[in-house]
């Protein structure tokens, strides 16, 4: 048996959608290495996320990159920064994290299921 076992109905609690990174920023008050990411989700509207991203990710490659993140999530501060969403990425065992992307742009804001 699995650990953690969700159902199916707990699955679809979580809302995860695609979106676009519109900005970047350092974020030197975060306690591990991590930027500030502005998203567009479409007819979701704009939100920021902190994501520990900086071992792989320079900001410049960010900007226009299509992300996926949970978006329903409450909101999240970490050190003086509200984070609304959580953008999701493969972590590795040293704490790197890379993003997980649909095979094909999508249109912003569409449901991940």
Do not use: H
């Not at 479409?42 to 410049?60: D, F, N």
């Not at 949970?70 to 970490?78: A, Y």
């Amino acid at each position: 048996m699995t650990p953690n076992t969700l159902s199916w109905s707990d699955f679809e609690k979580v809302d995860i959608r695609t979106g676009t990174i519109l900005a970047v920023e350092a974020f030197p008050k975060a306690r591990k290495p991590a930027y500030k990411l502005t998203i567009d989700f479409g007819e979701l509207g704009i939100k920021r996320s902190s994501a520990q991203l900086t071992a792989l990710y320079q900001p410049e490659t960010l900007i226009g990159k299509q992300v996926v993140a949970v978006v329903n999530f409450p909101t999240k501060q970490i050190a003086t920064f509200l984070s609304e969403c959580l953008v999701l990425g493969a972590v590795a065992d040293d704490g790197t994290v890379t993003l997980l992307q649909t095979e094909r742009l999508t249109e912003n804001g569409q449901r991940i299921g």
